[in-house]
């Protein structure tokens, strides 16, 4: 199983990214799984962002990120998306996906460690 992530980049404060994982190795339809979104800044801990499950459960996670950011989903293409809405410095991390059990979505706060698999991760900078 791989996943890739892209859409990554330098943006101005105030601007919006669109993150894609695309898995390949794994079918969407037909399994039960969830996939998660994660940032890791330097220095700091890995924080969850967002989660979809099989069952579309659709979970964020984190203050910092609510309103201003949406995970979904495109069954057709495997593919998860996280769309990235007003973004602030403090934005700036290495962003992951990753693929596990649908149990993961349920539960708060979103686990770091316990996924199957995971992409290599995107860089968001979000400077002036």
């Known amino acids: 199983v791989q996943l890739v992530e892209s859409g990554g980049g330098l943006v101005q404060p105030g601007g919006s990214l669109r993150l894609s994982c695309v898995v390949s190795?794994?079918?969407?339809?037909?399994?039960?799984?969830?996939i998660g979104w994660f940032r890791q800044a330097d220095g700091k801990e890995r924080e969850g962002i967002s989660c979809?499950?099989?069952?579309?459960?659709?979970?964020h996670y984190g203050d910092s990120v609510k309103g201003r950011f949406t995970g979904s989903k495109d069954n057709a293409r495997n593919t998860a998306y996280l769309q990235m809405n007003s973004l602030k410095p403090e934005d700036t991390a290495n962003y992951y996906c990753?693929?596990?059990?649908?149990?993961?979505?349920?539960?708060?706060?979103?686990?770091?460690?316990?996924?199957?698999?995971w992409g290599q991760g995107t860089q968001v900078t979000v400077s002036s």
């Open positions: 990753a693929v596990g059990s649908p149990l993961l979505c349920d539960r708060a706060p979103l686990p770091t460690y316990e996924w199957d698999w």
């Open positions: 190795g794994f079918t969407f339809d037909g399994n039960a799984y969830a």
């Open positions: 979809s499950s099989s069952s579309e459960i659709l979970t």
